[in-house]
């Protein structure tokens, strides 16, 4: 093997060591014994073994409270957010005299400029109303210029034939959207499905400013809440002694409940986001 | 785009491209993106008077008398605006520095891995922290760091392995700029490098095989023949990030730092500022005005951004 190569391998490798050690952390934390985690503060084995405080979040009531209000936030969400972005998307790549190119430059100028955090603030709150609703959490990421403009670049290269075909046979505009182009977007799709889920499932910075309901908060405000306070997290198992609440480990395990489902999708997933990067890349 | 069915006999068909029937359903299709963009885009944009005003809830965003430039003039004669400025741009270009290195070393490295599924498992692992949350990424440095509870962590007991003193690392401003750098590659190298990678794939094998005929090493083979083809893709990268320059990555920074305030020297970058001011003082008027002088400074930055990369590559453009 040429040097080199050898190099690569052994730094790629310490690089990819570099990338799990924290997650692996995270996850032996969450299943060791909290006298170990009170003396050390960390853990790299699960030694003693414990799973007293996935016990408690899976007895308790505010783990399942944030899976509901994450799971809304990011289903409710992304579907909204596919629908709108490929509509929009579509009428842009349709290149219709006096519509599409105003329509580019619409939805091109936010990219450049926008208003800034007060007065989305007080659009949110004051105009439109939605504090301590999922919504204050949904509608301000619906739509991502970025990704709208990549969509666009794929409906672009759909072959025009197919298109004219239905023309001819009698197809109108929506039937043409809904019945060919849509089924034959699905990899732009699956790819706008993925990256909005991501974002709707870590957005933790609306809920901080819009969410003042413990009830309704969703994971990320959860974890958010044991780090800016401790003394938070013993009162997370309402429902268990929380006086003698593992706070240490039970911040660790609802991490790792946190990051699960993106973990659990990921291996499946990550074609597509790849696929969705150099989309974005080369033609963003 | 012309061939367009005939409608005869349909009100308002027009003989040559699209029926105004068919122009009105795609705008109608369009409608809920039109709308969302209205109010969450351009809404913004218009309540931004506010930072002309002495704002106050009960006469609301048009009903609070004027008071010019002094929001402004508020946050440019208190000592924040220059240190949070310095360090909006300081920290993003060590940012952008770093990642973008990161990604293109990662990228040529993983070229060198031969071996499929080896190369395609470490490429899926050095690419999974760009998913992983800005709340999550704040928990593991607080483990590594600080350990809960502030009982040590990881770093300080390799420290004292070799026999170095410990460091409280959260009371220590001026090691943070490194920190957040070092999260930053952790979080973006996997990223930029599957950008790079999709780049390495599009060079032309021929120019390798004349390469290994002429005797070259694979080492020398990414030095004169990838480096310099992916110059052009690395300088765009530079050109959207220095575009960026002005927005700070709040999600990230505000996750690890919280109200920290002894990190603030180093730390604090307008995004942060901004939000602080919105929630800790309330004082509306001011955080406007500086959200505007953000947003004014960052969209020079951003056209001038664009501009640039124009002329990089023409074809690439949105407009």
Known sequence: ?284 | MTVTKPRAGRTGARRHGLSSRDSLVLLLLALPGIAWFLVFAYGPMVGLVVAFKAFNIRDGIFGSPWNGLANFRYFLMSGDAATVVFNTVFLNALFLGASLLAGLVLALMLNEIRGGPYRRFMQSVIFFPYFVSPIVISIMLQVILSGVGGRGGLVNNLLSVVDLPQVSWYTEPGAWPWILTIVKVWQLGGYTSVIFLAAITSISEEVYEAAEIDGASRWRMALSITVPLLLPTFAVLVVLGVGRMFFGDFATIYAIVQDNGVLFPTTDVIDTYVFRSLRMIGDFGTTAAIGLFQSVVGFVFVAAAVLVQRRFQKESSIL
């Open chain 1, 1 to 284: 093997m040429e040097p080199f190569a050898a190099v690569s391998y052994v730094t790629v490798t310490l690089f990819g060591l570099f990338c799990l050690v924290p997650l692996w952390m995270i996850v032996a934390g969450s299943l060791t014994d909290e006298s170990v985690l009170g003396l050390n503060g960390y853990s790299l084995f699960p030694q003693p073994f414990s799973l007293r405080a996935y016990e408690l979040l899976f007895t308790g009531q505010s783990l399942l409270n944030g899976y509901i209000a994450s799971l809304f936030i990011t289903v409710v969400g992304t579907i909204l957010s596919i629908s709108c972005t490929a509509a929009i998307a579509w009428v842009i790549a349709r290149r219709l005299p006096f519509i599409s190119r105003p329509l580019t430059i619409f939805a091109y100028v936010p990219m450049l400029f926008n208003g800034g955090l007060v007065p989305f603030y007080l659009l949110v709150t004051q105009v439109l109303g939605l504090t301590n609703s999922w919504f204050a959490m949904i509608l301000p990421l619906m739509l991502a210029p970025f990704l709208i403009f990549v969509t666009v670049s794929f409906f672009r290269q759909m072959p025009e034939e197919i298109l004219d075909a239905a023309r001819i046979d009698g197809a109108g505009e929506l039937r043409i959207f809904f019945q060919i182009v849509l089924p034959l977007s699905k990899p732009i799709l699956a790819v706008l499905g993925l990256f909005y889920a991501v974002t709707y499932w870590n957005e933790w910075f609306t809920g901080l400013l819009f969410l003042t309901d413990p009830d309704k908060f969703p994971l990320q405000l959860i974890l958010q809440n044991l780090i800016s306070n401790v003394t938070n997290a013993a009162s997370l198992p309402s429902s268990a002694g929380a006086a003698m609440a593992p706070v240490y480990q039970l911040r660790f395990a609802m991490t790792v409940l946190t990051v699960g489902p993106i973990l659990l999708a990921y291996p499946f997933a990550q074609r597509f986001f790849v696929k969705g990067i150099t989309l974005g890349a080369t033609k963003g």
